[in-house]
């Protein structure tokens, strides 16, 4: 029950604001009101969790009884590292932005907020499909009214783009319920279930290339990342959170919740291939990066690089690289919402991101060139953060399972060192130019939780990794299975 | 006796006939009041028979068994008057400020929803064709009401010719098979195809494409579908839904009864051209509607692309029977709440141009409520989740999948795909820019009401959970669509 309080009071909320047209300072407040809300619901529930595989919170009505589709929501290990992060960070995002004075803004980001939070919650592959496409809609409208430059064709770009990946994953899913109604004589779409239907090899790599496709747009991996750039480079910033921080690990998510759940064993035959895919698109992404001058083009970039390092983490599939996965979702989430706010503040006050112009912050804000320089480091992973850790981990998972993947994900790690001390360097750095406004007590607001979060998860993360062990223990046993096979 | 449906047969009937009396005595605001009382007291009176699956003769002793009333004409008679009493109450301040609208439009109106009526009735080639023709003539003058545009002439014009042409190939189709088989009744057609080898049946099959050719040229069907941008597009806004909209559904009807009765055991003779057609027809109607401007004749073109769909849930019922017949029901209702919807929020317009994805810039910011609006009939045509017509594409899908037809089920996926991209730049224009020419709307507080409940019905029959065992909802529409085709 507490779980569907929190997929629909944003939504609601977000409803009521529009069709009473409210005034913005209203507006405001109560978005802030609700995500507070919602992330108090969110503490509480990770304390009451408990340290097990099995489903927790769980609800489960009917919806479409005639065809077996329930409303079915849960929480376990998997999504509990998103679940907190996507509570956690909308409200401080909010806080940070708080002076952004557009009403449709506010109001589509409880929206949003509450599809991603039904996608991360549904244990029903329609309910979980219908969630993923309504999140498109408001990041759709955020674009094309709120942002940048060619906003209009930028943000139909984006729409379209991952509309197809989700129309393949409708036909995967239609495929996969047609034939387990076949061999059982009943629909169903529970996740779990779905596990037991019988299907040929050839079958089953087209369906899971149909799910991959969808998830693949969204996180992105390459060759699906031409969207990346510009769509980031568009939109306001408050979409550039959501989009990065929470949107791009929900692929992540849904690979690990979906093609692992169902389609364990030809996930793992194709995991090689997946794993030297993510290595690749990692240097690819990072040379990216380093090749580029436009802050958000890098730090898209370099959140794609990381991303891939996920994925491939996934796809090793040992108990220690899914630790790590788990911590990295909710690292890189904290570090990228964070760097990207950081981001938003100095565009407002140099009116540029371009490394070239910028520089010279550290002589007249101190404070700022702190916190930027930590959520920049902590991109990478130095140590007391929880990047370190959470990358730690998948390294050592991904020698255990070999050494030249274990080699090649190091290398990439450095390789993005080699882009953040540069952004660093040229960013705070240099000839002193106009004074700089440092920052603000508001910003502080909502950038210190977000520093001290990514703190704790470094130095105490076995308060977090023993909660997800017990799934982590579930997933990896299987694949142990798989591999004695 | 008379029961109900005869009833309301009746006074339809005696209604238009009335009408026709008294046209030159009456205002147009009197038959406007009139014709939409006819249809709302029938659409009401009717609702009684709901719940049961039944199935009766109508007059046996008359008609013999020509007019079957069932569960399934039910619905289809309920869709039919529910929804030409909302496209009147939506365009009526269209209706009233184009002068060419006359006593006599509002005639034919009454006088096509009565033929759809029958035609959802009827049970045997001869009444089918008379019913047909009935809706046909009278669509075929509001087509060409407007004699003072170029446009509408020659879209009635071409729309007299081509459909008495093909209204011609069903005549010959009929006697071919009537030749043959000695019957034109659906049932004992039926009786004879399945007592008969396919050696015996050549005439019964040329007379039966012959038919089929016909009907899709009705429903704008590849290869037939030449015509329909044109028609649609030069018809006054109302008639081009009622086209769009109410009679391809009626259409539909005739063709559901009878492939279910007659066509099944001759499925792999005529199987293969439905697929043909349904993935042609996908094509041509997408190909037509990305390269329109205007709203309009992009609508009019989408609905091209949703015939396809129908045809895909058509021809996997050969396969699987039931499954893709209360597919392609669910998929009709859906249909038509979206186009009279988005069709109705056109018509509440008030302008002299064409309106174009241009003119529609910043419509968001002068009318939000019907930009709103529109927005969910563009999304529930384009079968985004959380509207019916997400459940409808999804449906049709599940069933193509299921009669082993994926790939026509992955062809549909991706003109799915494509229309995204039409229906979305709606959505775009409408909110993205801001306004350069503001679009008058007419401010009538009933079309108001009457597009919010469409819009409502779309999402709530998307969504609507069985949780709320007091408001029917997906499940229940979708168990009502099966038990009518029980009734069949």
Redesign the interface.
């Known amino acids: 029950m507490i779980l569907s309080v929190m997929i629909f009071t944003p939504f609601l909320a977000g409803v009521f604001l529009y069709l009473f047209r409210a005034k913005i300072n209203f507006v405001k407040a109560s978005v802030l009101l609700v995500q507070v809300f919602i992330a108090s619901l969110a503490i509480d529930v990770y304390m009451g969790f408990e340290p097990s595989a099995i489903l927790q919170f769980e609800s489960n009505?009917?919806?479409?009884?005639?065809?077996g589709i329930n409303?079915h929501i849960g929480l376990d290990g998997v999504s509990l590292s998103l679940f907190m992060m996507v509570a956690l960070i909308m409200p401080l995002v909010s806080i940070a932005l708080y002076d952004r004075a557009f009403v449709g803004l506010w109001i589509n980001s409880l929206i949003v907020q509450s599809g991603i939070m039904g996608a991360l919650l549904a244990q029903d592959l329609m309910l979980f499909?219908?969630f993923w496409?309504?999140m498109l809609?408001p990041i759709?409208?955020m674009i094309?009214?709120y942002g940048y430059g060619k906003?209009?064709f930028f943000?139909?770009k984006f729409?379209?783009y991952t509309?197809?990946g989700s129309?393949?994953m409708?036909?995967s899913i239609?495929?996969l319920?047609?034939s387990f109604?076949?061999q059982h004589g009943f629909y169903t779409f529970d996740i779990v279930s779905l596990k037991d239907t019988i299907l040929t090899h050839q079958e089953q790599i087209f369906i899971f290339l149909g799910f991959a496709l969808a998830f693949g747009i969204k996180i992105p991996i390459f060759p699906f990342h031409t969207w990346l750039a510009d769509t980031y480079k568009s939109s306001p910033t408050i979409a550039i959170v959501i989009l990065s921080a929470l949107m791009s690990k929900l692929g992540i998510y849904a690979i690990y919740r979906i093609l692992f759940g169902i389609f364990a064993s030809i996930s793992l035959e194709l995991a090689h291939l997946v794993i030297s895919l993510g290595l690749a698109s990692m240097l690819y992404f990072a040379l990216l990066a380093i090749n580029s001058i436009d802050l958000k083009k890098i730090f898209a970039y370099s959140s794609a690089s990381h991303l891939s390092l996920i994925l491939v983490g996934l796809f090793i599939h040992n108990s220690t690289s899914l630790l790590g996965v788990s911590l990295f979702i909710a690292s890189h989430a904290l570090s990228t919402a964070a760097i990207f706010i950081m981001i938003a503040i100095l565009y407002n006050r140099r009116e540029s991101i371009n490394l070239d112009s910028l520089g010279g912050i550290v002589q007249s804000a101190p404070l700022f060139s702190l916190f930027f320089a930590f959520f920049a480091l902590s991109i990478v992973g130095i140590p007391f953060t929880s990047g370190f850790v959470s990358e730690i981990l998948i390294i050592l998972g991904s020698f255990e399972y070999s050494s030249i993947v274990g080699f090649v994900a190091t290398t990439s790690i450095l390789a993005s060192i080699v882009f953040i001390l540069n952004v660093i360097k040229k960013t705070l750095f240099g000839k002193k130019q106009e004074d700089f406004k440092d920052l603000q007590s508001k910003e502080l607001l909502s950038l210190i939780p977000l520093a001290l979060l990514i703190l704790a998860l470094g130095i105490f993360p076995n308060t977090f990794l023993s909660k997800v062990k017990p799934t982590v223990d579930n997933y990896s046993n299987s694949s142990k299975a798989h591999y004695a096979k | 006796m008379l029961n109900n449906i005869e009833i309301v047969l009746l006074f339809i009937l005696a209604i238009s006939i009335s009408l026709v009396v008294f046209s030159t005595k009456l205002s147009l605001q009197k038959a406007y009041n009139i014709s939409l009382i006819t249809l709302s007291a029938s659409f009401v009176f009717l609702l009684q028979d709901l719940g049961e699956i039944f199935s009766t003769l109508i007059q046996k002793d008359i008609f013999n068994s020509m007019l079957i009333y069932d569960s399934f004409s039910l619905l289809f008679i309920l869709i039919f008057l529910l929804s030409s009493a909302f496209l009147l109450l939506i365009s009526k301040e269209y209706i009233f400020d184009h002068k060419y609208f006359k006593v006599e439009s509002l005639i034919f109106i009454l006088f096509s929803v009565w033929g759809m009526i029958l035609l959802s009735m009827s049970n045997d080639l001869i009444v089918a064709f008379i019913a047909l023709e009935i809706a046909s003539m009278s669509i075929y003058v509001l087509v060409g009401i407007n004699k003072h545009k170029l446009k509408s002439s020659e879209a009635f014009f071409k729309y007299l010719v081509l459909g008495s042409f093909m209204g011609a190939f069903y005549l010959l189709g009929l006697t071919l098979v009537f030749i043959q088989s000695g019957t034109t009744s659906f049932i004992d057609l039926a009786k004879y195809i399945s007592t008969h080898e396919i050696e015996q049946l050549y005439l019964v099959i040329v007379g039966g494409l012959l038919i089929m050719a016909t009907l899709m040229f009705k429903i704008s069907a590849f290869p037939f579908y030449a015509w329909s941008l044109d028609i649609y597009d030069g018809a006054p806004l109302p008639i081009t839904s009622l086209m769009a909209g109410i009679f391809k559904i009626s259409i539909f009807s005739v063709i559901l009864r009878l492939f279910l009765s007659d066509y099944i055991s001759l499925k792999d003779l005529y199987d293969p051209l439905i697929i043909l057609a349904s993935i042609f027809t996908m094509l041509a109607g997408s190909f037509l509607a990305i390269s329109q401007d205007s709203i309009k004749r992009m609508l009019a073109a989408s609905s091209i692309v949703h015939s396809g769909y129908l045809l895909i849930a058509l021809s996997s019922i050969a396969t699987i029977g039931d499954s893709a017949s209360y597919s392609l029901v669910f998929y009709l209702i859906a249909y038509f709440l979206s186009s009279l919807g988005s069709l109705g929020v056109l018509s509440m317009i008030n302008s002299k141009d064409d309106v174009t994805y241009e003119s529609l810039k910043g419509f968001a910011s002068t009318n939000p409520f019907l930009a709103l609006m529109m927005s969910i009939f563009m999304l529930s045509l384009a079968g985004f989740p959380s509207s019916i017509g997400f459940l409808g594409k999804f449906y049709i899908f599940s069933s193509a999948i299921e009669s082993s037809l994926t790939p026509l089920a992955i062809l549909g996926a991706l003109t799915a795909f494509i229309s995204i991209y039409y229906y979305f730049k709606v959505i775009a224009s409408m909110y993205f820019h801001k306004n350069i020419s503001v679009l008058l709307t007419y401010s009538n507080i009933k079309s108001y009401i009457i597009i919010f409940i469409i819009s409502f019905l779309v999402l709530y029959l998307g969504i609507g959970s069985s949780y709320f065992t007091y408001l029917p909802g997906t499940n229940d529409l979708t168990e009502f669509s099966k038990s009518i085709i029980n009734s069949l």
């Open positions: 009505i009917p919806w479409i009884p005639f065809y409303y499909y219908l496409e309504t809609l759709f409208f094309g009214i906003k209009e943000s139909m729409t379209i509309i197809f129309l393949a409708l036909i239609l495929y319920i047609i109604k076949v």
